[in-house]
């Protein structure tokens, strides 16, 4: 069976043995999605307070005219 796994044409494997699953890669692959997760998150918070204060600002505008 490891003869078979390890030699097959076209098949690289990606474990450090033939039974034992690699979890290092997906880790590396969810790191970035998380920090671009927090980015986005960041911007939005960022975005939704300056249009609260836009409103704010627009609202005393409006009730300041005569």
């Known amino acids: 069976m490891p003869k ?3 030699h097959r044409t ?6 450090v043995h033939p039974f034992v699953k690699q979890t290092g890669f997906r880790e590396d692959r969810q790191k ?3 920090n671009l997760r927090k980015m986005i998150r960041g911007w ?4 939704s307070s300056t249009y ?3 409103t704010i600002v627009i609202a005393h505008l409006i009730r300041d005219e005569p």
């Open 10 to 15: 076209g098949k690289i494997p990606t474990a």
């Open 52 to 54: 609260k204060k836009i």
């Open 32 to 34: 970035p999605f998380l």
């Open 4 to 6: 078979f796994y390890l």
């Open 44 to 47: 939005q918070n960022i975005a």
